[in-house]
């Protein structure tokens, strides 16, 4: 039996976590609900942000479920398997690739936010909650999904360099490469942002038509 340090089990547990991270729920839910696939309206990102484009929030809220739960079973499968740090940071990575270039739809994924949310409980719960709390305040008084979820991206990082770089450097790299990543994702909101033609989300107010520029 492999020991949980050893290369070829942290091996395991990272091709477990991206296959684990590659399943589309927001393709699957659509599927299962009789939905669009969410790949051909809106941003074409099959993401929650998109299938609530469909007008169907019940779609919308699962898919966000199941996108942070995958991250976060990916995480406890691998606490339970005792990994160290350095095993869960590369597990908690991979499971949020997967989200971005998963294996099932040609490596074209979502942007990884409920994904990496969820991962990030379990390893950086303080750091964590700090990038909720950042994008909650930033959607609210922006209403721009976009904003909130780059600012939450760019805190998260920053938070864990405060609160975990006495524990190692590990944690704040990766959580620094995983923030870098879904703001690069983001690329073209940010070019939308810029033009002014970013969708601003209305509360209680019924979509009309979908445009590939949301």
């Not at 091996?11 to 299962?32: D, E, N, R, T």
């Not at 309206?41 to 779609?59: C, D, E, H, Q």
């Not at 976009?146 to 704040?172: C, E, K, M, T």
């Given at each position: 039996?492999?020991?949980?340090?050893?290369?070829?089990?942290?091996?395991?547990?990272?091709?477990?976590?991206?296959?684990?991270?590659?399943?589309?729920?927001?393709?699957?839910?659509?599927?299962?609900?009789?939905?669009?696939?969410?790949?051909?309206?809106?941003?074409?990102?099959?993401?929650?942000?998109?299938?609530?484009?469909?007008?169907?929030?019940?779609?919308?809220?699962?898919?966000?479920?199941?996108?942070?739960?995958?991250?976060?079973?990916?995480?406890?499968?691998?606490?339970?398997?005792?990994?160290?740090?350095t095993?869960?940071?590369?597990?908690?990575l991979?499971?949020?690739?997967?989200?971005?270039?998963?294996?099932?739809?040609?490596?074209?994924?979502?942007?990884?936010?409920?994904?990496?949310?969820?991962?990030?409980?379990?390893?950086?719960?303080?750091?964590?909650?700090?990038?909720?709390?950042?994008?909650?305040?930033?959607?609210?008084?922006?209403?721009?999904?976009?904003?909130?979820?780059?600012?939450?991206?760019?805190?998260?990082?920053?938070?864990?360099?405060?609160?975990?770089?006495?524990?190692?450097?590990?944690?704040?790299?990766a959580?620094?490469?995983?923030?870098?990543?879904?703001?690069?994702?983001h690329?073209?909101?940010?070019?939308?942002?810029?033009?002014?033609?970013?969708?601003?989300?209305?509360?209680?107010?019924?979509?009309?038509?979908?445009?590939?520029?949301?």
């Amino acid at each position: 039996m492999l020991a949980p340090d050893s290369f070829l089990f942290i091996l395991q547990a990272v091709v477990l976590a991206y296959l684990l991270g590659s399943i589309p729920f927001a393709v699957v839910v659509s599927k299962a609900m009789g939905l669009k696939d969410p790949r051909s309206y809106g941003s074409g990102n099959p993401g929650a942000t998109n299938v609530l484009r469909s007008g169907n929030k019940p779609a919308a809220a699962l898919t966000l479920l199941g996108d942070a739960l995958k991250g976060w079973l990916a995480m406890w499968f691998a606490m339970r398997a005792g990994l160290d740090v350095t095993g869960l940071a590369w597990v908690a990575l991979a499971v949020f690739l997967g989200h971005l270039y998963p294996v099932f739809l040609s490596f074209k994924g979502g942007k990884g936010v409920a994904t990496s949310a969820g991962a990030l409980i379990g390893i950086a719960p303080a750091a964590t909650g700090l990038g909720l709390l950042v994008w909650i305040v930033a959607f609210v008084l922006s209403r721009y999904v976009s904003v909130a979820s780059i600012l939450a991206a760019l805190s998260v990082p920053v938070s864990a360099w405060w609160l975990y770089r006495r524990d190692g450097l590990v944690l704040p790299i990766a959580l620094t490469v995983l923030g870098a990543l879904i703001v690069w994702r983001h690329h073209g909101n940010i070019r939308r942002l810029a033009a002014g033609t970013e969708h601003r989300f209305e509360f209680g107010r019924k979509r009309r038509g979908m445009t590939k520029s949301e």
